[in-house]
């Protein structure tokens, strides 16, 4: 994810994730959003990772420096503490 532009990579990820088998869905959500992240893309970061979070993951730590970037230091402390 990190060797390629954005347009090259996001769109295998979101293609990868709708292809992703139920048992796959939560993880592949969870690695999206970190991409997203990783990208400065919060607010598609942060959908992805709610929706990992609602299947199951603990995407704490992710979800918290995501919140740290888009400036709600509170949620950040909650999630990261």
Do not use: I
Request: glycine share 12%; hydrophobic share 35%; charged share 35%.
């Amino acid at each position: 994810g990190y060797a390629q532009t954005r347009d090259q990579v996001v769109p295998e990820f979101e293609r990868r994730l709708a292809q992703a088998p139920p048992e796959q869905k939560a993880e592949a959500l969870e690695l999206l959003g970190v991409l997203m992240s990783h990208g400065e893309e919060y607010g598609s970061a942060e959908r992805y990772l709610r929706e990992a979070e609602g299947m199951g993951r603990n995407v704490d730590r992710e979800l918290g420096r995501t919140a740290f970037r888009r400036g709600n230091f509170e949620e950040a402390r909650v999630r990261l503490g």
